[in-house]
């Protein structure tokens, strides 16, 4: 007996429902890359960083943060194939669904959530205390001051992801200009100087851990660029501009840091660095005798601009994320609803909750503060671990082959993928290896229950990904021109 045509009416909710749930497709590679380069925030990262390098290994903190650029740069181009092939706003989520499926997708869920959101509190009080020593030193003795000044900093950051992408992009465009032209100048200053100072090199003495946990804390400052993946839903040139944006941010950060750790390193005392919460500060008041009056004032606009653009940039990550996972049904469905501006604002409003609920024990609870700062102290962790997971994700797809229907192109996309398999795998092992070392080194020098702690959040991980039966495809899949489907595509990579 015929069944007759399949039901129209569902098949216009379905599309329906899938329009509904699209992000507006709005970034153009100009914005792509200016978020990339804010969201790595070359002046808070040297200032938040720099005096925790110098303490674990001195001299050779140029050479830790060489050794985690590597892997960095290899992901960023391991993130432009895996973009071009699957533009989404989970990124890293959405690439293991589609690769490794929706239990191995719930757990790389579950590190995203944990490496980005415990990179947002330890934002939030060096913006209040940037801030009230550009405009009220003597604040900085008061917890009420600085709570107040860190809301502050939250509110502004809700307004541009609120009101939708193109705001967003357009104040971190504006903070970025100032912190470029005031580092710009302080660069200017500090290069001049070069002939006229005596070089402190300091001790040469090499120790290996204090190595690897410069490894570590410098990968909290070679992330960031990856934003431009997790935006790749809202460009308007998906197959082709989200990871150029990311190689773009990636290299200018590291350029900044090649330039200005090296100019800290030689232009201040060490005795002073080490462990300094505000070494570019130092590094300033130190070479007064060559900058304008005032520098160490001064230097505090750049680093405060990049502050505030990596507080909203990061929970941009954050809130993509669980609005792709929200969208799946992998967690709540009210996560991936979208407001009338195309915004997915329940999970922005979550996100800032939950920081500022952490943010204000940190400061408020002493107990609860030594937790949380443990906690938080585990962010280089993750980050580095989420990396080797999407490597892992990159050589499994690779490995699998995908091919092309043009018979021309079929021989150089085979070259170019098994290059990439090739530096995929190895940075998949060398991320491992990485996080092995911290496991080692990090009980020791950070905490003896920073392992303990891992552990749960692992086990917690993989319940999660085993708690129940997870939906076997996407809620939405995103039509864009020559998508790729079944990790088909007809695309080089």
């Known amino acids: 007996m015929s069944q007759g045509p399949p039901p129209v009416r569902d098949d216009k909710q379905k599309s329906s429902m899938q329009a509904k749930s699209r992000m507006r497709q709005t970034f153009s590679l100009f914005d792509l890359s200016s978020l990339s380069i804010s969201s790595v925030a070359p002046a808070f990262s040297i200032s938040a960083t720099a005096g925790v390098m110098v303490a ?168 960031g660029w990856e934003i431009d993946s997790y935006a790749s839903e809202e460009s308007t040139n998906p197959h082709r501009d989200p990871g150029v944006g990311g190689i773009i941010g990636a290299i200018f950060a590291l350029l900044i840091y090649l330039l200005f750790i090296p100019l800290v390193l030689l232009q201040t005392p060490r005795k002073l660095l080490v462990n300094s919460a505000d070494p570019l500060v130092l590094w300033a008041h130190s070479m007064r005798a060559f900058m304008p009056p005032h520098a160490s004032l001064w230097i505090l606009i750049p680093v405060l601009a990049s502050t505030a653009g990596s507080l909203w940039l990061t929970a941009y990550i954050l809130i993509r994320g669980l609005f792709a996972m929200g969208r799946d049904g992998m967690i709540a469905r009210w996560f991936g609803r979208l407001n009338r501006r195309g915004v997915p604002a329940v999970a922005t409003w979550v996100i800032f909750a939950a920081a500022w609920a952490v943010m204000t024990l940190q400061l408020f609870v002493s107990s609860l503060g030594v937790f949380f700062n443990i906690v938080l102290s585990t962010a280089g962790f993750f980050l580095i671990f989420e990396f080797m997971l999407d490597n892992l994700t990159a050589s499994i797809f690779l490995w699998r082959r995908h091919d092309t229907n043009d018979l021309h192109q079929r021989a150089q996309t085979r070259h170019a993928h098994r290059l990439m398999l090739v530096v995929s795998a190895f940075t998949t092992v060398y991320l491992l290896a990485l996080l092995g070392c911290f496991l080692v080194v990090g009980a020791q020098t950070i905490s003896p229950w920073v392992d303990v702690l891992l552990g749960l959040l692992i086990v917690a991980g993989i319940l999660f990904a085993r708690r129940k039966k997870a939906p076997t495809q996407s809620a939405v899949d995103i039509p864009f021109s020559g998508s790729a489907q079944s990790g088909e595509a007809n695309v080089e990579a």
């Open 56 to 223: 674990d290994s001195g001299m050779y903190s140029v050479l830790g943060i060489l050794l985690i650029a590597l892997p960095f740069l290899i992901s960023a181009y391991t993130f432009r194939m895996l973009n071009r092939h699957f533009p989404h706003a989970g990124a890293s989520y959405h690439w293991s669904r589609r690769v490794l499926g929706p239990r191995a997708a719930r757990f790389q869920g579950w590190i995203l959530l944990l490496a980005y959101f415990t990179s947002i509190p330890p934002i939030l009080v060096p913006a209040a205390q940037y801030t009230l020593a550009l405009v009220d030193p003597s604040g900085l003795q008061n917890t009420w001051l600085q709570f107040a000044v860190a809301t502050f900093w939250m509110a502004f950051a809700l307004v541009p992801l609120l009101r939708g992408a193109r705001p967003t992009a357009l104040v971190t465009q504006i903070f970025f200009v100032i912190e470029l032209i005031f580092l710009g100048a302080f660069a200017f200053f500090g290069i001049r100087a070069m002939p006229h100072i005596h070089v402190a090199l300091g001790s040469l003495s090499f120790h290996l851990g204090g190595l690897l946990l410069t490894m570590v804390v410098a990968s909290t400052i070679m992330d």
